[in-house]
């Protein structure tokens, strides 16, 4: 099992800007998806961007027009730029990553916490 490792979170003011990062600490082959998602306290956790190998991306509605997900392929590295911050974004923002190499593979990080105060 591969732990991805995420950095960048912090505390930011209402309107500010995080970049999160995400890496695999090791070679992972035919990654089809890079995920974010994020869970606020009492609440399920939620989808906030992927992209697929190809570079298709998808959003949740809450994040559509401030958030852009990216990936650098060649670094198995994906990133969640974060603008316009809001305290609603508060959370553990977890990145994910999914594939298939000989058996079908579904790997987290450990999370990292952005606090965007009012």
């Known amino acids: 099992q591969v732990q991805l490792v995420e950095s960048g979170g912090g505390l930011v003011q209402a309107g500010g800007s995080l970049r999160l990062s995400c890496a695999a600490p090791?070679?992972?082959?035919?990654?089809?998806?890079m995920n974010w998602y994020r869970q606020a306290p009492g609440k399920e956790r939620e989808l906030v961007a992927g992209?697929?190998?190809?570079?298709?991306?998808n959003y949740g509605d809450s994040v559509k027009g401030r958030f852009t997900i990216s990936r650098d392929n060649a670094k198995n590295t994906v990133y969640l730029q974060m603008n316009s911050l809001k305290p609603e974004d508060t959370g553990v923002y977890y990145c994910?990553?999914?594939?298939?190499?000989?058996?079908?593979?579904?790997?987290w990080g450990q999370g990292t916490q952005v606090t965007v105060s009012s």
């Open positions: 992209i697929t190998s190809g570079g298709s991306t």
């Open positions: 994910n990553m999914v594939g298939r190499w000989f058996k079908a593979y579904d790997y």
């Open positions: 090791v070679n992972i082959f035919n990654i089809n998806a």
